[in-house]
Each structure stands twice: as C-alpha cells, then as structure tokens.
C-alpha cells in the first residue's frame, strides 16, 4: 500500500459503500489509516478443528464435516437447514432467510467444509445456526485460526469487518520509521509497522504494557508534544517590544488592601519580562481557586493599556465576565480608563457603538465573553489577549486565537484547574507555565468534614445558624433529577427538602437551564436574595461569591478529589471561616477514607490532584474530561508515566522541520495535522 492511501477516505476501501461507511464513523473509522487505531480488545479462538462428539454447547467452534442433505422446507419462518458429520457425529447447520443457490453453493453435497460458528443444542441435536464461516478445506487456513474481535457496531460482523481491515493491516505502507532502532529497543518499545502489525493479530492490544503498545503510546504522545511545539513556534513569534510603564500598576499595589503574595509578585514579573522582550507572551497561570489570579492580570492589564495598547479580557460566561468588569471599574477607578463590556446579548446600538469605539482605539479596555472574538470586531491596536479560566479551551482554540491577536499582541491565561505534571505538559507544553503556590496570607484554610449522610438532622440546626447570621451556602448534588439507576441523591428532590425548611431563601441552579435563567439565579445568589444554593457540580468556577461560607456536598465519594478541592473552593473566600461537608452513604472503602484524609489534611491543589491520579488511577479519573487529556486514545498519564517524558524529550531535540515527510505523517495519523495545519509549510 502506499502510504498516502492511508489518508484517503474509508469508502476507498473495496467493499465499502456509503452504508458500511456511514456504520463505521460511528466506530471513529472515517480514514483508511483510523483501522489502524481501531484496536481489537480480545481474539475469538476458532484455532481448533473440533470433533463433533467434542462440541461445547454455547462456544464459538470450528468443525470439518461432510455435507449429507439440504433440507429447504419452502415455507415462510420455518428455516433452511443442511445436514452434515464427521465420523463422530452429527450436527444440523440452520439457516434463517437465506436462498436456496447460495447454500447450494456453499455446501456441495458430499463434500467436507469447514464451518465455524457458535454451537447450540436443539431438540437433542448439535446445531450451527448463521455460521460466521463456512469455507472449503483448501481455504480453511483464513478461517481455522485466531481472529482479532473489534468492537463492531451494527451492520458490521466480523466477516465483513476482517475483509475491509485486511487490506489495510496485512499490507500496511514501508515508511521510514521516525525512530532510529537503538532508540527502539532501548526503550522497550516496537518498530512501527510490527508493532501495528502485532497490537492487530495478538493479545497485546489488551497488554498496554507490551512493546506494540507501548510504541503506539508513543506515537501518540510525540503527535501530541509536536504540535504543541509547532504551535508554541508559532505562536512565540518575534513582535515588537513593547515599552512597559509600571508606575500605574504600582500605585495600584499600593492602594491594595492587601499585600500580595510572593507568588503573585513573582508571576507579575515573569509577565513583565515577557511583554517588553522580543516575543510574543504566550502564558499561563496556573493557580489553585482563590490564589489571586485576577487581581495579577489586571495590574498587567493596566501596565499594558498606560504604555499605548488595548486590552481584552475573555471569560467563559456573561456572570463572571460582568464581576471582573465591576472590579476593574473599581480598581481603576482614578486612572480614567474607557471600559466596556460586550456580550452575545448586548444590544444591537450599543453593540456598533462599541466596535466603532474599539476601531478607533477610544476603548482601552472590553471584558466580555467569546463574543469578544468574532470576525467583525477590530482593534485599533491590541497589546494583550487574557482569558480567564481556559481549561476549556484547547490547543485549536489557543492557536485561533493567536492569529486573531495579531502578531505583536501578548497571550495570558489563567486556570484554575491544578492537574498533574504529566497533564500540563500535554495539555499546555506550548505555552510557559507560571505558578502560584501560595494563598493569600490572612486566608483561613477551610474546614473540611465528613459525615454519613443518614446524619443529616444534625446538619440543620447549624444551616440555621448560618443564615441567621447572613451567611450564604452552596448545597452540591450529583445529579438534577432523581434517577432510578443511580443511587445518589439530586438537586431537584434536595431543593424541595430544603425548601421546607428555610422557605424562601432556598434557590435551584443546573446545567439544563438556559443561560439567561442561570444568570439570573447567580446574580440574585451574589446580591443574597437568598440564602441556600442547590447544585449540581456544573455551577460556574471563577465567580467570586465572598459571602459564602459553607458548602455541603452530598455523594462525596462520587467525586475524584480535584473537584471537591474545585467545589469547596467556592467558599471561604472572603474574611469569614469556610466549611466544607462532605456526606457519604455508609461502608466507605478504604481507598474513599483515604482520600477524605487527603482532603482533610491539605488544602495544596496541585498535591491533591497528584495524589488524586495515583489513588484513583487515570481510567477513573472523572472531572478532568472538559480538560482535554480525555482526548488520548492510548495514553495512560499513570502507567505511561515514562513515555511521557521521553516523549517530550524526544520531541525537543527534533530539530527537523515537522514538514519532514515522517513527522507529518505522524500527526496526520493522529488527526493533529490540521490543528497546525501542517500543509502550510
Ligand atoms: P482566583 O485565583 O480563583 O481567580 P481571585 O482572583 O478571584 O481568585 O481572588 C479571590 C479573592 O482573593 C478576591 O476577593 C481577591 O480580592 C482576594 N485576594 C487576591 N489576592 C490577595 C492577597 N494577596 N491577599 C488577600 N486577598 C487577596
Ligand atoms: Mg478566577
């Protein structure tokens, strides 16, 4: 096969009509090379040529039997049925809707054939019925052997599917391998078209420590890290210096209430560095909830707009973009500053007003949401790009967004989704990556407590306390509606529970909500129109709500710890003490009591969500789904912990172009070719 055939779509496969193609993309197989990726997860052993007196009722087998007579009774539902034996038996072959020439084609009478199929037994008869195969003896070879079993979908059998991926596994294209065979066997890995050759025709798809395995791990991994690297090439472009004037950032520090912290000082001049140096920044900051990221970008913000430049600001949602515009109005209040705010709803005078306000550079600073980046809106002269909470964004995205920047404009985001070292550098290797470790000195760290859930009366009496006192509360559950699959409790039955008990200070947010129904309900939380709010976990991150001081989360053991440490995040903020229940059902495991301790001991995100990977292993591993990492097919972050490194390694000493024929075959088999766009070199 040539190698570029691999590229073509999967109906250039002989056999393959709009039907099969349209079966198959709901198997992820659009491409002729994607039956390459499309693992077999276990064999089907038809190896053995069975005696009939040896069959096992309900086993695949395979027999060899002389054909005796064709019974066809020509009458509708009664089924076609063709008598065979070997010398130690008897067995009927059943066929339901089937023609009368094809079996008599397929066992000519007197004749042995092979047949391979699931035994039944019926009316103290062996039967075969709908064999997978039946063959002839000169072609028993491609039945009577160890078949590879795909995860087929309907309209596909293993007979169709092994005609369409033989051709492409038994005739895969002699490419350059891009790895040299010292380094192969040095790292226990496989050379590619072996490996490929074997993760199809043995066990070791199901070994994901086996050399073949192990080097599509690889492979995988290198695409990855590769197109980070050419993204980060591209992007970290040379601009123009920019000529920072700090004294308005400075005075702002001063006015602070507070005294920053080591690490956000530390990070404000890693950003500093970055904006007057010769290339473009292209930053992330990565900060546990409540580390202060906000106030850091904005000091950037205002160095950026008093040396001449317009700034945006992106937020995920309207809600948070609206509260980091009222702190900025606040903050900036005696530097005269023209903000704007902008968003999918703002209105259509308004709306022009503030595009031809930004064209003409009269607005130095626009917060809003995507709307920030469609097509016709244009700056007059955009000196920096900062997005808060990212994590939803992935490496297509960043580089979109780059290009819409233009060249001399400066990239930050800030997430604050502490993951593990072998996901940052997957998730984020094109960018450089500031930290901040430390909270703010005078937080008080939260108070975390778990409970079995059927304590629950004890709980009220303190809820009860709390909004006595003004406080305010999330209450989280796992699901919306009650489910009669799932033992967990929802946020609509909990409402109305609660509703009982504290009348009208109890509110309901979830994920099935429009929007604008959201907005509404987070905003009369934050003006504390009410007292409780019930959740599901979908609720926003990012918004400040300084007046919260308890949550309560119900089915903690449900949760991977880096999102209880997210959910109780949202509290404890401000000056007051934070709490954070946990509720179990009863008969925690020893690994769920572990974890509480964890979470009970260390308020450390970053080591919580280390020891989150490790506890609960990555195939576990909820809550990081939306991050992207979900996105390896292959790739274990725990038990591939070291292809990861050499992966990255391997990847920074490339000094060749991508362009080189074997790299962009590489990122072309793992679908990253465009997100580069690798043609364009
Ligand atoms: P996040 O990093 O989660 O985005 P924010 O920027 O929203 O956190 O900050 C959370 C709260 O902490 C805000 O009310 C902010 O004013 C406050 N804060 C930020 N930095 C400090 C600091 N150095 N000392 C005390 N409070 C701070
Ligand atoms: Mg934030």
Avoid at 245 to 271: A, G, H, R
Wanted: with cysteine; aromatic share 10%.
């Amino acid at each position: 096969m040539k190698k570029d055939f691999l590229f073509s779509e999967i109906n250039k496969l002989k056999g393959v009509g709009p039907q099969l193609s349209k079966y198959l993309k709901r198997k992820r197989i659009e491409k002729v090379k994607d039956i390459i990726l499309n693992l077999p997860y276990s064999e089907t052993d038809r190896s053995k040529i069975v005696k009939l007196n040896h069959l096992e009722i309900g086993k695949i087998q395979s027999i060899k039997v002389l054909v005796k007579k064709l019974n066809f009774p020509r009458v509708r539902n009664l089924p076609n049925k063709i008598e065979c034996e070997d010398e130690t038996g008897k067995i009927e072959i059943v066929y339901f809707n089937s023609r009368e020439g094809y079996l008599r084609k397929l066992f000519p009478l007197n004749k042995f054939v092979i047949v391979s199929g699931k035994v039944s037994f019926f009316k103290k008869k062996y039967q075969i019925t709908n064999p997978d195969y039946v063959t002839t003896i000169e072609k028993q070879d491609y039945v009577v052997k160890n078949i590879p079993k795909y995860n087929l979908t309907k309209g596909i059998n293993e007979k169709k599917y092994r005609l369409i991926s033989e051709q492409v596994i038994n005739d895969l294209p002699n490419i350059d391998d891009w790895l040299e065979f010292d380094f192969i066997k040095k790292n226990n890995l496989e050379r590619w078209k072996e490996g490929i050759k074997r993760l199809h025709n043995s066990r070791d798809s199901k070994n994901i420590n086996s050399k073949s395995y192990r080097r599509l791990v690889f492979d995988e991994l290198c695409a990855n890290f590769l197109t980070l690297s050419e993204n980060r090439k591209r992007i970290k472009k040379r601009k123009s210096p920019k000529i920072i004037n700090n004294q308005y950032s400075e005075n702002i520090i001063n006015e602070l209430p507070f005294e920053l912290t080591n690490s956000q000082k530390k990070v404000l001049k890693d950003i500093y560095i970055d904006l007057s140096s010769e290339n473009r920044m292209f930053r992330i900051i990565q900060g546990d909830v409540g580390s202060g990221k906000t106030i850091v970008s904005l000091l950037s913000i205002i160095s950026i707009i008093k040396s001449g430049y317009q700034c945006a600001l992106m937020c995920p949602t309207e809600i948070l973009a609206k509260q980091h515009y009222n702190l900025s109005k606040k903050i900036f209040k005696n530097y005269s500053l023209n903000i704007e705010f902008l968003t999918g709803k703002t209105e259509y005078k308004k709306r022009k007003r503030i595009l031809d306000n930004l064209k003409d550079g009269n607005i130095e600073l626009i917060i809003g949401t995507h709307s920030l980046f469609q097509k016709k809106i244009h700056f007059k002269k955009l000196g920096l790009i900062v997005i808060d909470e990212q994590h939803k964004f992935g490496v297509q995205q960043r580089s979109d967004l780059a290009k819409k920047g233009g060249d001399d404009c400066d990239v930050l985001l800030m997430s604050a989704t502490p993951i593990p070292r072998t996901m940052m550098m997957s998730l984020y290797g094109d960018m450089d990556i500031s930290k901040i470790t430390e909270k703010p000195a005078r937080r008080k760290k939260i108070i975390t407590l778990s409970k079995p859930e059927k304590k629950i009366k004890e709980l009220w009496p303190f809820i009860k306390k709390q909004i006595e006192k003004n406080n305010q509360i999330f209450w989280v559950c796992p699901l919306i509606e009650d489910s009669p699959f799932l033992n967990y409790s929802s946020a609509k039955k909990k409402f109305e529970l609660i509703n009982k008990k504290f009348p009208n200070r109890v509110s309901l947010i979830h994920g099935s909500l429009k929007r604008d129904e959201k907005d509404i309900i987070l905003e009369n939380f934050l003006n504390r129109n009410t007292s409780i709010l019930v959740s599901t976990t979908v609720i926003e991150v990012g918004i400040d709500f300084p007046n919260a001081n308890l949550i309560i989360i119900e089915n903690a053991n449900k949760f991977g710890l880096a999102q209880l440490h997210q959910l109780r995040g949202r509290v404890g903020r401000g000056e007051k003490q934070g709490t954070c229940i946990l509720l179990f059902k009863d008969g925690l495991s020893k690994n769920a009591v572990k974890r509480i301790k964890i979470l009970k001991e260390s308020d450390d995100g970053f080591f919580i969500a280390e020891e989150d990977l490790k506890l609960r292993g990555f195939g576990d591993l909820v809550g990081y789904q939306q991050s992207g990492v979900k996105n390896f097919r292959f790739a274990d972050p725990v038990i591939h912990q070291d292809l990861f490194t050499l992966a990255e390694k391997y990847v920074h000493n490339i000094n060749e172009k991508v362009n080189q024929n074997k790299y962009s075959f590489l990122l072309k088999l793992f679908d990253r070719a465009e997100i580069i766009n690798v043609s364009e070199y």
